[in-house]
């Protein structure tokens, strides 16, 4: 090969190749790590170093799995992410749920102990305002649906049965649990916790489902309603 035939990389180019996204496209998605797929998908390159930290943040604090049960609500809550990144991400592992669905490779995951819940849930540790968010089951205590019914109040019993109860009749769950945070990391429930959750049971079995727990989410684990003895 003659001396002219060889073009020297410059160190621009190279750079360039090592890029997670240049590397994604030359070698497929299986070459990077997940903090490096996450920062693909955090936004552009021009902001590499930054993302890449948030990416690794992010998965030290929820893993993967914590990952894609963040609602949107959670995604734009955290540091250093617009409603645009928050709305893609969202849009990313919604887009994988819905292709493990039809391809049939996976159940639904079972939540038959207060722990599998409050893994779904746990989330809601870090959030500055009280959410209140429902997980529908059915027969097997499989996962039909998970929502976030209210955001901001300064307590549970603001929200109406009727708002927790309209996706049970929706998504034709057999029985469902209600999880809220307490931003102040107390996990006991208050007597207003207590005195909702009974009334919120009373009209689910009007209807013919059955509350089967309440947790109370903080700082340091959760509380099951259930597991004191309380519901």
């Not at 073009?7 to 997940?34: D, K, V, W, Y």
């Not at 914590?66 to 809550?77: C, D, F, I, V, Y």
């Not at 102040?184 to 916790?193: F, H, K, Q, R, V």
Request: overall charge positive.
């Amino acid at each position: 090969m003659s001396q002219e035939q060889i073009r020297p990389i410059s160190p621009r180019n190279l750079l360039r190749a090592l890029r997670p996204r240049e590397r994604l496209l030359s070698h497929g998605p299986t070459s990077l790590s997940q903090g490096e797929l996450l920062a693909v998908v955090l936004g552009p390159e021009s902001r590499a170093e930054a993302l890449h930290r948030l990416a690794r943040r992010l998965l030290r604090q929820y893993g993967l799995e914590g990952l894609a049960e963040l609602p949107a609500s959670a995604w734009r809550s955290e540091q250093g992410l617009g409603d645009a990144s928050a709305a893609r991400l969202c849009a990313v592992f919604e887009l994988g749920r819905r292709t493990y669905a039809v391809n049939g490779e996976g159940e639904r995951p079972r939540l038959s102990r207060p722990q599998q819940a409050y893994r779904k849930v746990r989330h809601l540790a870090r959030a500055r305002k009280e959410h209140l968010v429902g997980l529908y089951l059915d027969a097997q205590n499989g996962l039909l649906h998970q929502e976030t019914i209210s955001i901001g109040s300064l307590n549970t019993t603001r929200t109406h049965p009727r708002e927790i109860l309209y996706p049970a009749v929706k998504h034709l769950a057999l029985g469902f649990i209600l999880a809220h945070n307490h931003p102040s990391g107390c996990l006991d429930p208050s007597p207003e916790d207590l005195e909702f959750t009974h009334a919120v049971r009373r009209g689910a079995e009007f209807m013919g489902i059955e509350l089967y727990d309440h947790l109370i989410v903080g700082r340091d684990g959760y509380t099951s309603m259930r597991e004191r003895g309380l519901l």
